[in-house]
């Protein structure tokens, strides 16, 4: 059974490092094609990709985030970090993290987190 | 970024109705488009992927269509349990994009 879950700080004040961690289980970041990636959703609005780590290191972002968002993998190896620097109250938003079973695959996304709430908030 | 366009905004059915949202890409997405329904606190969940591929699990009554830049997600007959608001995204390009979401409501 795959989950995901994601954690971290529940108020960042404008200008920080907003940083999330996604701990999983039930799969391998070594096998093939997996992928871990990251959406957010702002209160009452639509979701918006961010952008997507694969097992192989190879990254894609949103064009307009790409100078201010990293996806890597975690110290543990269950886990995938989102970094966003410079926060902006705009940043307010539930964050999910899902899994790809591989890319190029015939889904888009194969899990999703329960995601997490981060305010950014002086 | 490909712009992804969905009508209408709000929608308002009764059960028993038959449902029609629609999704318009700024480009040709071939058949890389998915459906997902969405709750109140919960996190999406997919309802149909390639365009017209239903998911595992998923009634149904639920339906898509479309390639290119037009698609279509059909709920046949409305239940209950259908009102949410629901999302269509690309992933043909390697930046994947959501459209604007469709609140079906009583």
């Known amino acids: 059974q795959i989950t995901l879950k994601e954690s971290g700080p529940t108020l960042v004040r404008p200008t920080q490092t907003l940083t999330l961690t996604c701990t999983f289980s039930?799969?391998?970041?070594?096998?093939?094609?997996?992928?871990v990636g990251w959406i957010r959703q702002p209160p009452g609005k639509a979701l918006d990709w961010l952008g997507i780590?694969?097992?192989?290191?190879?990254?894609y972002y949103r064009p307009s985030l790409k100078t201010r968002l990293t996806v890597s993998w975690g110290p543990a190896e269950n886990q995938s970090i989102l970094t966003l620097t410079n926060a902006d109250p705009v940043d307010t938003a539930t964050y999910f993290c899902?899994?790809?079973?591989?890319?190029?695959?015939?889904?888009?996304?194969?899990?999703w987190g329960p995601g997490t709430v981060v305010t950014v908030s002086a | 970024d490909i712009q992804m366009t969905q009508s209408p905004s709000t929608l308002s059915a009764s059960v028993g109705d038959r449902v029609t949202i629609t999704c318009r890409a700024s480009?040709?997405?071939?058949?890389?488009l998915a459906w997902y329904q969405q709750k109140p606190g919960k996190a999406p969940k997919m309802l149909i992927y390639?365009?017209?591929t239903l998911e595992s699990g998923v009634p149904s009554r639920f339906s898509g269509s479309g390639s290119g830049t037009d698609f279509t997600l059909t709920i046949s007959t409305l239940q209950p349990d259908d009102f949410a608001t629901y999302y269509c995204?690309?992933?043909?390009?390697?930046?994947?994009?959501f459209g604007q979401g469709t609140k079906v409501e009583i």
């Open positions: 899902v899994y790809r079973r591989a890319f190029g695959a015939d889904r888009p996304v194969d899990s």
């Open positions: 039930g799969f391998s970041l070594k096998s093939d094609g997996v992928g």
């Open positions: 780590l694969y097992w192989d290191d190879s990254q």
């Open positions: 480009q040709n997405l071939n058949s890389w």
């Open positions: 390639k365009a017209s």
């Open positions: 995204q690309q992933y043909y390009s390697s930046s994947w994009t």
